[in-house]
């Protein structure tokens, strides 16, 4: 799909005080943009906004010109801490619920359904480890497992909270080579990331953020020493007086 | 073989027997929906916060299943709902709010016993008997299996994503919050009913002990629901034989039989059993130690 996504004027504010202020950018379909900046600097808080899970102060956000009211579009992939490994479920069993948005509660599982979740677990590289109970797969796997769910829910945009956090270098590796495998086909994936060194491989589009927008646009322009001065070393402006 | 099925020639007997399958196979059921949401203590604070209701019912309009019903309904919301407001307003966080609330509310329930209009004994509340079970009582407990039981079927879906990833759930519209509501409002209802088999103090043991015995050996969600029916009404009925021919009360037997299924699903389940996993031979360790020396 080719899509655009306009985030116009977008203030997000915890009891009343601004984490991300007054946001103004558009992402296209079709590009994976690193979500970079300092503790603090409002990235969690920005995708769960875009997530629909926390309330918008002000502004907008809207894809191909549409409220992005139909939750299906957007798939949030929260970080690691906040799920239970233990829970009795398999690969496959977490791939088949990205259908259950798309199928409702009552509609059954059909030829098609089969078929994408079948090709989720072949895009996330999993299809040997389908039967698998979550918690027995490696921290990589288990990252793919969820961008395999997010992948049969047939989602436009990807919101990754810090995935590459906790992964060795081959399991990074393996994870980029999956998002890129999305980005190829026409997705949008934001993505939270700490760690600057590795940036510029990873992302083709760059967003710093410091509770207001310090930069955006294509890696090579972006991910400058004077952007990332000036995002790393300015205090954040929490709207309370110093 | 006629000893199993001699006692059920008493008329007593064939309704109790009825009772367990019914009872044992909802709370099993909604057990694991209770043990993957981790409500199991707050399932315990419901059971013992439904005493004053339980009470102000029989001194109000006597012990007829539908006053019990109610006061027992309304005195457990009451814990769950007062427990969440606590938690949600104050520094206070969810589990010491409801044990504040439910164990203030199980005295007073023992309080109130004791002006019952009908003289009641406090033991039939809390250890229940299911040999004493009447037709009143066995159309509650159809009537809530039935409705336990087709809202879990009709919600699999949205339960399942909600007690997963509460998160994910709502950006995709889920209403988690009333989700978990009707959990609690199952779950009561769930121990109004085995209430009368097994009273209020062992009433937990018939919901979370099947679906964790599962939890033990399986890797499937639709495993611990049907699963947990299943060894309910199946634990049920053996601990029934076993209260009558070893003349011990039938609600313990019953959770006896359930807790040593779950001692034994903790010991040799094959895939997360503590022996089982001893006796699993170290061939990998061995090799590597091999191609080291």
């Known amino acids: 799909m080719n899509g655009r996504l306009v985030i116009e004027d977008l203030t997000v504010s915890y009891h009343r005080i601004p984490a991300v202020h007054h946001l103004d950018v558009q992402l296209a379909s079709g590009s994976c943009v690193g979500l970079l900046g300092p503790n603090g600097a409002g990235k969690t808080t920005l995708l769960k906004a875009l997530a629909g899970l926390l309330p918008i102060e002000t502004g907008r956000v809207r894809f191909n010109g549409r409220v992005i009211a139909d939750a299906r579009l957007i798939t949030y992939v929260p970080q690691r801490e906040a799920v239970d490994w233990d829970f009795p479920i398999t690969v496959r069993g977490l791939a088949e619920m990205g259908r259950y948005s798309v199928l409702g509660i009552w509609k059954p599982f059909g030829a098609r359904d089969e078929a994408i979740v079948n090709q989720a677990l072949q895009v996330a590289e999993l299809d040997a480890f389908a039967n698998r109970q979550i918690k027995a797969l490696s921290g990589g796997q288990q990252q793919r497992a969820f961008l395999a769910r997010a992948w049969a829910q047939e989602a436009e945009i990807y919101l990754l909270d810090e995935p590459f956090g906790g992964l060795d270098k081959n399991a ?55 952007n990332i001065d000036r995002a790393y070393s300015t205090k954040i402006f929490s709207g309370r007086k110093q | 073989m006629s000893w199993i099925t001699e006692p059920f020639q008493y008329e007593f007997m064939r309704r109790a027997l009825l009772a367990c399958v019914l009872i044992g196979f909802t709370n099993g059921f909604l057990g694991a929906y209770v043990v993957l949401r981790r409500l199991a203590l707050v399932a315990d604070a419901l059971s013992h916060s439904m005493l004053p209701g339980l009470a102000l019912a029989a001194m109000l309009i006597g012990l007829n299943p539908g006053g019990l019903l109610l006061g027992g309904l309304f005195a457990a919301v009451f814990v769950a709902l007062g427990g969440h407001l606590i938690a949600s307003s104050s520094r206070v966080k969810d589990e010491t709010a409801v044990a504040a609330l439910y164990i203030f509310a199980f005295a007073l329930g023992i309080a109130l016993i004791k002006y019952a209009r009908v003289k009641v004994s406090l033991d039939h509340f809390l250890f229940g008997n299911i040999l004493g079970i009447a037709d009143s009582d066995l159309l509650t407990s159809y009537l809530i299996s039935v409705t336990t039981l087709l809202s879990l079927v009709a919600l699999q879906r949205p339960l399942l994503l909600a007690l997963f990833e509460a998160s994910v759930a709502r950006t995709q519209g889920i209403r988690v919050g009333l989700l978990l509501a009707l959990l609690i409002v199952l779950i009561v209802l769930a121990m109004v009913s085995s209430l009368q088999a097994v009273g209020v103090l062992l009433s937990l043991g018939l919901l979370v002990l099947p679906a964790a015995t599962i939890y033990l050996l399986s890797d499937s969600y639709a495993a611990m629901s049907w699963g947990g029916g299943i060894i309910g009404a199946t634990s049920a009925v053996a601990g029934l034989q076993i209260s009558f021919w070893a003349n011990i009360p039938s609600g313990p037997a019953i959770i006896m039989v359930l807790g040593i299924l779950f001692l034994a699903a903790y010991l040799f389940g094959p895939k997360y059993g503590i022996a089982s996993r001893r006796l699993r031979k170290r061939h990998l360790h061995e090799e590597s130690l091999k191609r080291w020396k």
Do not use: Y
């Open chain 1, 172 to 226: 990074s590796t393996a994870f980029a080579e999956a998002i890129h495998r999305l980005r190829d086909s026409g997705k949008l994936l934001i993505v939270s990331h700490h760690n600057l060194a590795d940036a510029a491989e990873l992302f083709d589009h760059i967003l710093i953020l410091n509770g207001e927008l310090v930069a955006f646009g294509p890696t090579e322009q972006t991910l400058t020493k004077g």
